[in-house]
């Protein structure tokens, strides 16, 4: 049997057609086909049902899916462990990250440093993810994941402080409670048209900031003019609480909802480029490097 046309028969079933297949492996979608067509006939076995618009997979092809698919990917990763070239590899990695999220910046400055010859590039985050149409590799989103052929991480919750100047605080007074935030001027992360509420012990006590942006930079400027209280992750502002420049009032639960996940296409279809970096990250967030903006849940 020919392991590759394997290989491409297990691609078409994931991506749910040929082209989806050609564009994943890089390749004509002709060759794809002829490949598949050539294993059905080595194998005297119709795997597929073709139609204009759909594929379906007959009984063979579903008995032949389950186990070729974890036959590739346990070899492939056979491969990837005897592969004593890692630190030569060359090529690119391409990732799509939630905006702000710098716990993987030096996450990303280690991977480089360790792996000279890959380059890398970063887009934020638009809010779906779709490997093929955007040409990325892996993606860390906070929003839910609907594809089933995705692998998906959960990497940990965000969190949340409340912080404001001394300044400010000196010509408004330091609320002890969150019910006296209604006499504050209020900065907020929120998108536009977006009603907002910060919660404190189960409670959410709605709120109607001064200032709004989905920018958690440009909140934390406004806090460091003395523009009123904002409600940032505290890894935005370490330096500013250490220092001073901001003062920490209340911890409020709004980010224990937002859960970030390392997104990733089936480990079969991952290049060693790719694999090698999601293996460097995960064992990054074990080694708990990158924690201090989130609180990480126990890996799978």
């Not at 408004?172 to 009603?195: F, R």
Request: with cysteine; hydrophobic share 40%.
């Amino acid at each position: 049997m020919d392991y590759n046309a394997a290989k491409i028969y297990v691609a078409v079933v994931n991506q749910g057609s040929f082209s989806g297949a050609a564009k994943a492996l890089k390749m004509p979608v002709s060759t794809v086909s002829r490949k598949v067509s050539e294993l059905e006939e080595s194998m005297e076995l119709r795997l597929l049902e073709r139609s204009t618009r759909h594929l379906r997979l007959t009984e063979p092809g579903e008995v032949f899916y389950e186990f070729a698919e974890r036959s590739i990917a346990e070899a492939e990763a056979g491969l990837l462990a005897l592969d004593k070239n890692q630190q030569n590899l060359e090529g690119t990695l391409r990732l799509s990250i939630v905006t702000n999220f710098e716990p993987l910046w030096p996450i990303l400055r280690g991977f480089q440093e360790q792996y000279p010859n890959i380059n890398v590039e970063v887009r934020n985050y638009l809010g779906s993810v779709d490997f093929v149409a955007d040409g990325v590799d892996a993606a860390v989103v906070t929003a839910p994941v609907s594809n089933p052929n995705y692998v998906v991480r959960e990497i940990g919750n965000a969190d949340r402080v409340l912080v404001a100047t001394q300044e400010y605080l000196n010509r408004h007074g330091t609320p002890t409670h969150p019910d006296e935030l209604v006499d504050h001027s209020c900065l907020s992360i929120g998108n536009v048209n977006q009603e907002v509420s910060w919660t404190f012990d189960g409670v959410a006590y709605p709120i109607t900031p001064k200032f709004k942006a989905n920018n958690i930079r440009l909140v934390k400027y406004f806090a460091l003019q003395n523009m009123g209280v904002a409600n940032i992750p505290p890894t935005m502002c370490r330096t500013e609480l250490e220092n001073g420049q901001l003062i920490e009032l209340f911890k409020p639960e709004d980010g224990n909802n937002i859960t970030f996940k390392l997104v990733y296409p089936s480990r079969r279809l991952l290049s060693s480029i790719t694999r090698t970096f999601i293996d460097y990250f995960l064992k990054s967030i074990e080694n708990k490097k990158a924690t201090d903006w989130y609180r990480t849940v126990d890996m799978p």
